[in-house]
Structures are given as structure tokens and as C-alpha cells.
């Protein structure tokens, strides 16, 4: 198996660069006519893309990008996605039996189809990106909840707090989401992976961020129109892409084991959403 | 019992369906602003205009609109296309082939690499194999489809010569599309494979097979793979619908002429009635083949058909 720090190298350098962007003298949106499709060389290592923009500086504003997506989706689905499926779980009755309705139709779509739809039909933008995810996501940590909070219900601890006439609000707060906390937190470091593919599964469908924004996934859709003059527009930000994403998995992987979290069937990866 | 288990289990599903024509009728309501200024632009003649608002119905109250909706659904009628000028049925019938097409092929070329790799990587557990197997694995989930798709119409198409860029013409055509979308299948059955082959390597029929001195690669393929594809074969139905999701952006990516495509082309043209039919299209068939593959599996194993199971 790969020693942890590599991909937790690879994963804080992106976040770093991410965080920093804005700092970095950084030009991606400066047009530079003779370099146009240019490959890498010792001046630009990635080269020029069909605007004659550095390549390079694009990469490091995707990340910005592809990071702050993965951070307002996965943050937003997990707050609400948790927070119904504990409501529901614990709530039982009909408000358990709406919730699980609820979310046997959003199951209903494959992948990212409904995120698709919606950032389609709402048009593109950074916002729409954020709202159609979530839209997805949240379905995944509500469902993880509930089974997590159904099985806590019944433990003895829980069963004591009720006796000695604790308010259910609290023993929420203090006697089961505290135990529930490690699968989630594994859950969402799958789901992290899964929002950098779909924000860039959009951005690459011409649905996500809108130009001159970059994306790794526009700029691989850019880069799909001269792929035989110009392969390096597409080779350079799926690099970036694979390299994050296959990080997030095998750290997602060492924190299942870490946090011993047995709910899932061992060494099987989370598959990404497109 | 078997019955009550499938009455029960096809209400559930229709009462899902249900949820999803809801959700998709509202999704017409979601286009910020007028649909029909969207749909026609700003420049569009208020007759024209008119005549949109009238065909897709939004002068009349939300109520109505949905009442007719579910009545024209209910005679399989998913309304004209605001582009091509045809009903949208025709279209997703013209189009439903060549998805079919590319699905089963990326099964089958998704099935090619699972097997041998997860066997081997079960057999063969903790040495160089199975590490090899696991890393291939993990690269397979890894590589998103709207990349790997391009990369491999670089080296395959432009490079090598050897397949078409894009499109559907013969077989050849058909090769780049299908490992795009097979890849990550592949990856996923084959850690599948893996700990399904795992579990039946202890089995007590393992050990007779090979008390009686049979050769290893027999005991391997007939004892132990045949016991172990059991699960997986049923877990392929669920998987099923990744594929489906999977195929609307590498149908994209070569220009396949599916149903995938069909729901990109419509939104960049604002055909939002063939977005809203594609979508319920495609769910309903997820539904559908969940609902097959929770059959499949009542049918192979007695204990949950007979209610052991919720």
C-alpha cells in the first residue's frame, strides 16, 4: 500500500495553491498572441492554450476552483444530509417514512444525472455548480445517518440517557453524533473525490464555471478541440485531476482503516459520481 | 410469499417513479426567469412567443399544467420537441439503440478485466499481485471518463490510426467509447471479485475440491468463481446505473449518438422538454433495472424471498 504522506503531500500542496492563488503572480487570463497552442518549454513548463494563456498559471486557478466547490458541497451536504437523517432516525413514525421517500427519489437518478439537469436548466455558473451538487450529495449522508443513529438508538448508553429524562436534542448532541462522527468523516472524504469529478464533469459539459473562470474541466474541454496540435491542454489538468482525486481515495481508504470503520465492505473503493 | 415480495417491492418502485415525475416537472420551473424568453430569446415575435407558452402550457395555473402533464405521460406522450419540431418519443427511440449498444459492450469489456484481475488478486493475496491489482484498481476509479476519453482518441485515434475519433460506424468505432466507460466498472467489479473470492477460498467445498486432488485451476473456476459471481452478478444490475450516468458525458466525448448525448444537446439548445423526458427516461430505466436486479437476486437466494430480509 502507498505511505500516507504522499498523497497528503499532493492534497495539501493543491489546497495550499488553492488558498493562495489570489496571492501568487499569477496571470491566467492574459492573452499572449504569438504563443498561441505553444507546447511546454523551459519559459512556460505547460505551454499555451488556443488563447495563448499560460497553461500553468490556469492549473493553479482551477484548483481554486475544483477546491472551493469540494469544500461548499460537500460541507453543505453533509450538514444537511446528517442532520435529516439523524432527525428522521430518531424521530421515526412518519417523519422517518417521509425522509426515506424523500430519498429513494433522489436515488432515483443515476450519478450526477440530476445535477446535470439542474445546472442546465438553473444555467451555469459557480453557484448553480454548488446548489446541483448538493442537491446530489446530501442524499448519501442522510442515508449513512440514519443507519447509523437507527443501530445507536438501541445502545444501552443512549437507552440510560432517555431514563434519567434527558431531551432528545441532547442526546443527539451528546450521545450519539459524537459516535456516528468517524463513518461520516469517511464518507465525506470519499465524497470529496466524488465533487472535484462532478464539478469538472460539468465544467467539461460547458455547465460549470463560466469562462474566463478556469476549470480543469474546461480546460479539458478546451483542449479536446486541438488535442493533435496542442495535447498538452489536455494531458496537463487531468493530470491534476487524476492526481488529486486518486490522493482523496487512497486517503480516504487510510482513514476508513484508521477510524476503523467496518459499515463498508473492505478495500472497495467509493466510485466517483460520473 | 415470493408474490407478496414482488407486489411489494414494484409499489415501492412505482411510488418512486412518482417522486420523479414530480421532480422533473418541476424542473422546467427552475429555469430562472420565463422559460419561454429563454427558449426563444429576447429578439422572438410575441406570436411566437405566444404559441411556446401555449404549447408548453405555462399560461395555465401550476395545477393544471401538472394534471395534464401526468395525463399525457400516462399515454406515453412526453410532448415536441421545441428544436426539432418532432414528438420526443420518436426521438428517444432513434436514439435508445446506440446507448444500449455502448452499455452492453462497456459490461462486457468491464467484465473482461474484473474477472481475471480479481481472481488473480485473490488467489494471490498480499504478494506483488494483489498490490498490482489493488493499484490498477484504484486508477481505474480515479481516471474520470471525460478524460480518459479524450486520451484515449489521442493515442488510439490520432496516434495510432487504429479506431475512429468519434461517431458510430462499425464495430471498430464502438472499442474507445466502450473502455471509457468500462474502465471504472471494471475497477469497481474487481474489488468485488476480490473479496466475494476471498470469502469462498475458506469454504469446506474449496477443501474437498481439493482433497481430491483436483488441479488448482479447477478448483479455482468451477468451485470457486462460479460461488463466488453469484453475488456479484446481481450487484452488476446495480452498477447498471452508474453506466447509465457514466454514458451521458462519454457519449459526449465521442459523439455517440445516444440518449446520453441527447440530454447534453438539449440543454446547450434549450430544448427543455427533451431534457425533462431524457431525464425521466433514463431514471425510470434505473428504477426499473434495480427493481430486476432485487428480483434477480430474490430468485437465487431463497432467504430473502421467503422474508428474512426487510
Known sequence: MMRPWIPLGVILLWALVALLAPALPLSPNSIDLPHILTPGSPDEWLGYDDLGRPVFDRLLVGARTSFLVAFAVVGVSLVIGSLLGTIGAYAGGWLDLVLVRVMDVFLAFPGILLAIALAGVMGPGIDNVVIALSVVSWVGYARLARAQVLSMKERDHVHAAVAIGTSPPRIIARHVLPLIGAPLIVEASFGMASVVIGEAGLSFLGLGVQPPTASWGSMIRDGTRYMLVAPHMVIAPGLALMGVVLSVNVLGDRLRDWLDVKNQPQNSFKSPLP | ?310
Open chain 2, 1 to 310: 410469499m415470493f408474490i407478496r415480495f414482488l407486489i411489494s417491492r414494484f409499489l415501492t418502485a412505482l411510488a418512486v417513479v412518482f417522486g420523479v415525475v414530480c421532480l422533473v416537472f418541476f424542473l422546467l420551473h427552475l429555469v430562472p426567469g420565463d422559460p419561454v424568453e429563454v427558449m426563444l430569446g429576447e429578439s422572438a415575435r410575441p406570436a411566437d412567443r405566444a404559441a411556446l407558452q401555449q404549447a408548453l402550457g405555462l399560461n395555465q395555473p401550476v395545477h393544471v399544467q401538472f394534471v395534464r402533464y401526468m395525463a399525457n405521460l400516462s399515454q406515453f406522450d412526453l410532448g415536441t420537441s421545441f428544436y426539432s419540431k418532432r414528438p420526443i418519443r420518436d426521438l428517444l427511440l432513434e436514439r435508445l439503440p446506440a446507448t444500449v449498444e455502448l452499455g452492453v459492450a462497456a459490461l462486457l469489456v468491464a467484465l473482461l478485466m474484473a474477472v481475471p484481475l480479481g481472481i488473480l488478486a485473490a488467489v494471490k493475496k498480499g504478494t506483488a499481485w494483489d498490490v498490482a491489482a489493488t493499484g490498477i484498481a484504484l486508477f481505474g476509479v480515479s481516471i474520470p471518463n471525460f478524460w480518459m476519453g479524450p486520451m484515449l482518441i489521442l493515442v488510439g485515434a490520432l496516434w495510432l490510426g487504429w479506431f475512429p475519433v468519434s461517431g458510430r460506424e462499425g464495430v471498430a468505432s464502438l472499442v474507445l467509447p466502450a473502455l471509457t466507460l468500462g474502465t471504472a466498472l471494471a475497477a469497481i467489479l474487481s474489488r468485488m471479485i476480490r473479496s466475494a473470492m476471498l470469502e469462498i477460498m475458506n469454504e469446506d467445498f474449496m477443501r474437498t475440491a481439493r482433497g481430491k486432488g483436483l488441479a488448482e485451476r479447477t478448483v479455482i473456476l468451477r468451485h470457486g468463481l462460479r460461488n463466488a459471481l453469484l453475488p456479484v452478478i446481481t450487484l452488476v444490475g446495480l452498477q447498471l446505473g452508474a453506466l447509465l450516468s457514466g454514458a451521458v458525458i462519454t457519449e459526449t466525448v465521442f459523439s455517440w449518438p445516444g440518449i446520453g448525448s441527447l440530454v447534453v444537446e438539449a440543454i446547450h439548445r434549450r430544448d427543455y422538454p427533451v431534457v425533462q423526458a431524457t431525464v425521466l427516461c433514463i431514471s425510470t430505466s434505473y428504477v426499473a433495472l434495480n427493481v430486476l436486479t432485487d428480483l434477480a437476486y430474490a430468485w437465487i437466494d431463497p432467504r430473502v424471498r421467503l422474508g428474512s430480509q426487510p
